[in-house]
């Protein structure tokens, strides 16, 4: 079965709007999650690093003051998209693993569009 | 970003055919993983691999962990229609993954 939720599964939104993803370890504690990026017909491209208790690590090129993650609790970080833009349209994939040890589980993904 | 050469992009396949795929990188990786993706949802983890020369399977599904540690195939036996889907390689080196381009399998009727 599952072992990281993500929800939701599919937004649709006006652009300026911001919109929260959220990434959950079902069954077990992760102080490392991961958000991806994935535009149509490519592979996935990692985002950012999510500590739980400090702040994230963003990849080059990727804007944290867009792209604002919340790793609160052992077992769920949030993505926010701040003022989201049609170009910011596209499947976002949290993932986690149980620990450095273990592969990484992804979520189903939420598929975002800005219109 | 970087990403690993992973080959070939695409197959076209009948049922019970072989497939294989592999996946080649400049850097080293302590860990091999692959995964498969369906349209519209997240990767699935299909074979994890952590030594060099480590060869697993898992049901009609065999995959390998190259001696340099630049390199890994997957393998498909007797293929069957589930099997359609994306195929990813993935490296990790300290906890971060770098994906492969993909291999988009289709089996024709």
């Known amino acids: 079965g599952a072992v990281v939720s993500q929800h939701p599964s599919w937004v649709i939104c006006k652009s300026g709007t911001s919109v929260k993803i959220e990434c959950r370890s079902l069954?077990?504690?992760?102080?490392?999650m991961f958000w991806y990026r994935q535009f149509p017909k490519q592979s996935l491209m990692l985002m950012a690093t999510?500590?739980?208790?400090?702040?994230?690590?963003?990849e080059q090129g990727v804007e944290k003051d867009k792209f604002l993650i919340n790793h609160a609790s052992l077992t769920l970080s949030t993505l926010t998209v701040t003022s989201a833009h049609p170009e910011d349209s596209s499947f976002y994939i949290c993932?986690?693993?149980?620990?450095?040890?273990?592969?990484?589980?992804f979520g189903d993904g939420t598929r975002l569009s800005i219109l | 970003g970087q990403q690993l050469n992973q080959s070939p992009q695409s197959m076209f396949i009948q049922e019970g055919e072989d497939v294989s795929m592999n996946c080649t990188s400049s850097?080293?990786?302590?860990?091999w993983l692959w995964y498969k993706q369906d349209p519209g949802e997240g990767p699935v983890l299909l074979i994890a691999?952590?030594?060099?020369?480590e060869l697993t399977s898992n049901g009609r599904l065999t995959a390998q962990f190259g001696i340099t540690r630049k390199d890994s195939f997957l393998n498909i036996s007797a293929s069957i229609p589930s099997d359609v889907g994306i195929y990813f390689c993935?490296?990790?080196?300290?906890?971060?993954?770098?994906f492969g381009t993909g291999t988009r399998l289709t089996i024709i009727p």
């Open positions: 691999l952590y030594k060099a020369g």
């Open positions: 999510s500590n739980e208790g400090s702040k994230a690590t963003y």
């Open positions: 850097s080293i990786f302590n860990t």
């Open positions: 069954d077990f504690q992760a102080t490392t």
């Open positions: 993935a490296g990790r080196g300290n906890e971060k993954l770098t």
């Open positions: 993932s986690a693993s149980r620990d450095r040890t273990q592969p990484q589980h």
